[in-house]
């Protein structure tokens, strides 16, 4: 089969493929929040079904591509997010039909309050770009071994970095004991939710890796989060 991936200045259809996923993911979540559901005794919100992918995503990206297209996938979606959000807004303003009765429900998922939403957003593109950077360093470190360890232990500091800011933001106020159980629960659900999966990422990984014909190892390259045209 022709690949048509023959550049680091250019993609081809997988990566653009597990983009689009990303980016899915990352706004589903987002929507999926208004739901809260219960596991025994611990509430949680919808986003953490499908959040995770995103990690895992970002972890396949990472280890077939490099960094530095990590690095713009993950800017994507953090502008795609912001789009959603600001459009939502929008459409929430506009005059609503009179006989539609679906505006407290409509507000209800996309009234999200400025704070929450700054603190999601920051958050993820701060947790995103850690688990990026834990990933590739790692790769290199290791020679390109121990795939299992590096994605648990980047998801992990991605995801610890992600509550780090996210919880204090959107939940100031609320007490200390109360703001160390959520986000000790959140990081290990997320990161167990990696582990449960693992066979499906590495072997989306090796996949990946034998159809691109690519193993991207990010030697003597610009970290700088803010270099997104750099791929």
Not at 95 to 102: H, K, N, V
Request: include cysteine.
């Amino acid at each position: 089969m022709e690949q048509n991936f023959n550049g680091r200045h250019s993609v081809s259809v997988s990566f653009m493929l597990m983009a689009i996923i990303f980016n899915v993911c990352l706004i589903a979540s987002n929507l999926f929040e208004t739901k809260l559901f219960m596991v025994g005794p611990i509430a949680l919100t919808g986003g953490v079904i499908i959040f995770p992918v995103s990690y895992i995503i970002n972890d396949c990206l990472v280890e077939v591509y490099g960094y530095r297209k990590a690095r713009l996938v993950i800017w994507t979606g953090f502008l795609m997010n912001f789009f959603v959000v600001a459009m939502a807004q929008i459409v929430r303003v506009l005059p609503a039909a009179p006989f539609w009765d679906g505006g407290p429900h409509f507000d209800y998922v996309f009234a999200m309050a400025p704070r929450v939403t700054v603190a999601s957003m920051l958050a993820f593109l701060c947790g995103s770009t850690v688990n990026a950077w834990i990933m590739s360093k790692m790769k290199v470190a290791s020679q390109g071994r121990r795939f299992s360890v590096r994605a648990i232990v980047s998801s992990l500091g991605g995801e610890t970095v992600d509550s780090l800011i996210f919880f204090p933001i959107a939940f100031w106020g609320l007490g200390a004991v109360e703001m160390l159980s959520l986000m000790g629960t959140q990081v290990i659900l997320k990161t167990m939710y990696e582990v449960i999966i693992l066979p499906v990422t590495s072997l989306v990984v090796r996949k990946l890796k034998k159809f691109e014909r690519l193993d991207t190892f990010d030697e003597s390259i610009s970290y700088n989060p803010f270099r997104i045209f750099d791929i």
